[in-house]
Nanobody, 127 residues
Framework: QVQLVESGGGLVQAGGSLRLSCTAS????????MGWFRQAPGKEREFVAA????????YYADSVKGRFTISRDNAKNTVYLQMNSLKPEDTAVYYC????????????????????WGQGTQVTVSS
């Protein structure tokens, strides 16, 4: 099991930027594909982005492509989500998740692909 702790959320104006971090402990971080999901009030949790074990391969939801960048630092056991050009519709609780099964599309977009989840960090974008 991997323990995941997100940070970096907050309140930002539309057009602004935030960088989320997710630090892992408990098992070998580099063995896991890492993903970011988000959940807005009254909506289902949805896929945002995923990164392969090495960090070479990434995949994004269409709604964030070109604005968000996922990356990882295996030496620091941390995955990042750089969010630029934020919109009010990006407002949600953002969760990171760990997947032991490998980087496969579209599997990495599916919630049940992931073994472990963080508690989430709130991102609020004002108009």
């Amino acid at each position: 099991q991997v323990q995941l702790v997100e940070s970096g959320g907050g309140l930002v104006q539309a057009g602004g930027s935030l960088r989320l971090s997710c630090t892992a402990s408990g098992r070998t971080f580099r063995n896991y594909v890492m993903g970011w999901f988000r959940q807005a009030p009254g909506k289902e949790r949805e896929f945002v982005a995923a990164v392969s074990r090495s960090g070479v391969s990434t995949y994004y939801a269409d709604s964030v492509k070109g604005r968000f960048t996922i990356s990882r630092d295996n030496a620091k056991n941390t995955v990042y989500l750089q969010m630029n050009s934020l919109k009010p519709e990006d407002t949600a609780v953002y969760y990171c998740a760990a997947d032991s099964q490998g980087f496969r599309v579209p599997h990495v977009t599916q919630r049940n692909e992931y073994d472990d989840w963080g508690q989430g960090t709130q991102v609020t974008v004002s108009s």
